[in-house]
Every structure is written in structure tokens, then in C-alpha cells.
């Protein structure tokens, strides 16, 4: 997906892989992409130092997606 725009997030290099983006066969039940989106607004409403930051739950050409914070290894 690199050089690729999604919504208006350009994907510059690939950091890694997980559950950022709800897969095609589960954006296709109600049921899973509702809980995504309720377990997304959930951790959007935290702020600690331990979780990450959500700044976006959108989606893109049918594909649900969560855009995060970036975080480093220190």
C-alpha cells in the first residue's frame, strides 16, 4: 500500500500489520464492523501514556480503517 492514498492519509512505508483495517470478509457483518467501531471510539475517548492515540475511524472504498498514532521503540 505504499504511495497510496487512503481517505485523505498518504501511506509513505509500511510500520507493521494488525487491526488497524477491518479485513474485506469482516466489513461485510454488521455485527464485526459494529464492534470495531464501538472498540475504536472506546479508545479513542482514553488518554494515557500506554495507549496510542486514534485520530480517524473512517472508511475507504468500503474498507473500514482506524488511523493511530505512531509510536516508537525508545
Do not use: W
Amino acid at each position: 500500500m505504499t504511495g497510496k492514498t487512503i481517505s485523505h492519509y498518504r501511506i509513505l512505508e509500511r510500520l507493521g500489520s494488525g487491526g488497524m483495517v477491518l479485513p474485506e470478509d469482516y466489513a461485510k457483518d454488521h455485527a464485526a464492523l459494529e464492534r470495531f467501531q464501538r472498540e475504536a471510539r472506546t479508545a479513542s475517548a482514553l488518554n494515557h501514556p500506554n495507549i496510542c492515540v486514534i485520530h480517524d475511524i473512517d472508511e475507504h472504498q468500503g474498507r473500514p480503517f482506524i488511523a493511530m498514532e505512531l509510536l516508537r521503540d525508545s
